[in-house]
């Protein structure tokens, strides 16, 4: 089992910045592959960025150029710097670990507001 824990959302105004981080504990060796998704009330939950061992990262079109995943394996963590906030990023945003089974966190709200 593999255990998340996210940290870092908040309230921001548009143009801001602000860092998610995630920490796993527990059978972390299992894990090749850390994702950040996010979910509006209403709407299907969707991928933001993803990294995955032998491979660089991938970022949705609505987030390229604004936001940047990375991990550090040995920490076992993965975070989510994002940068020039618009309001249509509010969401709730959730840590994915996975490898032989998948692990979400527990989310952190993320409200872009003037």
């Known amino acids: 089992q593999v255990q998340l824990v996210e940290s870092g959302g908040g309230l921001v105004q548009p143009g801001g910045s602000l860092t998610l981080s995630c920490a796993a504990s527990?059978?972390?060796?299992?894990?090749?592959?850390m994702a950040w998704h996010r979910q509006v009330p209403g709407k299907q939950r969707e991928r933001v960025a993803i990294?995955?061992?032998?491979?660089?990262?991938n970022y949705a079109d609505a987030v390229k150029e604004r936001f940047t995943i990375s991990r550090d394996k040995a920490k076992s963590t993965v975070t989510l710097q994002m940068n020039n906030l618009k309001v249509e990023d509010t969401a709730i945003y959730y840590c994915?670990?996975?490898?032989?089974?998948?692990?979400w966190g527990q989310g952190t709200q993320v409200t872009v507001s003037k």
């Open positions: 994915y670990m996975g490898g032989r089974d998948d692990y």
């Open positions: 990294i995955a061992d032998g491979y660089g990262p």
């Open positions: 527990g059978r972390v060796y299992t894990i090749t592959v």
